[in-house]
Structures are given as structure tokens and as C-alpha cells.
């Protein structure tokens, strides 16, 4: 099993550029998780989803940002427009009863 | 509300010895807590989890500790060795599978 996959595993943007990150969970696991890491904040829970179906989005910073699950093996963040301030790294894990398993991330840059 | 700290930002020890790393948490009602390694530009990695119905769990060379009277973690590396060098965090288990981390815990495993 390749694991999770993100995509792209680094990215530079500029301040009021749309941002697109991906993420492939791994097959039969039913549970999705977006994470935001920082130094000043760790790492936080953005969003999740259960069976495709977004549970808690309370952690989503604002509405720039928006993520998606259209199917059991794709989802993505999606930031519009996006600010210097949501230069972190962002995680995607994969849940199957109870445990997660955290995708290699990606670095967000936002100049 | 919901925190998880770590008693240690930092924990320098000598290879071979053992390691220990602590957390504390607020949340009465969690239910289960896990302990993951993050190497540096990778994501986090299961290592070891226990749940609130247990005070001991061991692993290969690892054994978590909780303590429910003072709400408190810990992990414990065996014989520490120089690959064991990362940062390790403390996560709570509230409800429908949401994760708090901590901040983490810097372990530098000297030769």
C-alpha cells in the first residue's frame, strides 16, 4: 500500500492566488482528515470527514477556506484567495477505526 | 475546553539510554490517546496508543503510561537510539474520533 498521497508536496504562491491541495487516503479506509501545522499553533484540525460526508469543518480558520470529498479516494483543500498568514504545512490522514495515518503533507508558501 | 501541553519542548539523551516523554491533558471525557513520531519533513507516525480503561501499554521498546487521577501521559523509549531522534506528540480522543495534539516534544538522540 503506497499510504496517503499528497499532491503537491511543496508550494509557492502569491498573496491572493487560488491554492489547490490534494489528497488520495488510503483505499477502505473511511475517514478523512485535514490538518494545518505551524510552530505557533501545532498542528490543528481543520476539517474531517466520514464516509465522504463532512462531520466537523469547526476548525476551518474562515471562508476562504473550503475542502471537498467527492469520492472515497479523493478530497481537497482549497484556499481563495489565499493570505502570507497560511504559510504552514498541511496534512492529510487517513482514519480506520479510530486510528489515523498522516500523508507526507504539504508545504504552503504564500508570499 | 479541550488542551493537551507537554511538560518538555525538549529532551536531549544519551544513545542507549531510555527516554521519557510527558503530557498533560484537561480532557476528562477523552477516551483514548495516542502517541505519534514526526521526523523532520515527514508527517506524524503511530507509535504506540492506549485507551482510558488501561494504564499500561507496551510496544517494541516503547511503553505509555496514563495516569487518569492527574490527567497525565507518558512515553517511554527504551534504550534510545539515534533514529528515535524526532518530535514526538501526545493526542486526545474526544468525541467521533477527533484528535487535540499537543505541541510536541524535541528528542535529540546523541551518539
Known amino acids: 500500500d503506497a499510504g496517503v498521497i499528497q499532491s503537491p508536496r511543496h508550494e509557492v504562491t502569491e498573496m491572493g492566488q487560488e491554492v489547490t491541495l490534494r489528497c488520495k487516503p488510503i483505499s477502505g479506509h473511511n475517514s478523512l482528515f485535514w490538518y494545518r501545522q505551524t510552530m505557533m499553533r501545532g498542528l490543528e484540525l481543520l476539517i474531517y470527514f466520514n464516509n465522504n460526508v463532512p462531520i466537523d469543518d469547526s476548525g476551518m480558520p474562515e471562508d476562504r477556506f473550503s475542502a471537498k470529498m467527492p469520492n472515497a479516494s479523493f478530497s481537497t483543500l482549497k484556499i481563495q484567495p489565499s493570505e502570507p498568514r497560511d504559510s504552514a504545512v498541511y496534512f492529510c490522514?487517513?482514519?480506520?477505526?479510530?486510528?489515523?495515518?498522516f500523508g507526507p503533507g504539504t508545504r504552503l508558501t504564500v508570499l | 475546553g479541550e488542551s493537551v501541553g507537554l511538560h518538555l519542548p525538549t529532551l536531549s539523551v544519551q544513545e542507549g539510554d531510555n527516554s521519557i516523554i510527558n503530557c498533560a491533558y484537561s480532557?476528562?471525557?477523552?477516551?483514548?490517546f495516542i502517541w505519534y513520531k514526526q521526523e523532520s519533513g515527514k508527517g506524524p507516525q503511530f507509535i504506540i496508543d492506549?485507551?482510558?480503561?488501561?494504564d499500561k501499554r507496551q510496544g517494541q521498546r516503547v511503553t505509555v503510561l496514563l495516569n487518569k487521577t492527574v490527567k497525565h501521559l507518558s512515553l517511554q523509549i527504551a534504550a534510545t537510539q539515534p533514529g528515535d531522534s524526532a518530535v514526538y506528540f501526545c493526542?486526545?480522543?474526544?468525541?467521533?474520533?477527533?484528535?487535540?495534539f499537543g505541541k510536541g516534544t524535541l528528542l535529540t538522540v546523541n551518539p
Open positions: 492506549i485507551r482510558s480503561n488501561m
Open positions: 493526542a486526545e480522543r474526544g468525541s467521533n474520533y477527533k484528535l487535540t
Open positions: 480532557n476528562s471525557a477523552s477516551d483514548y
Open positions: 490522514a487517513s482514519g480506520w477505526r479510530g486510528e489515523q495515518f
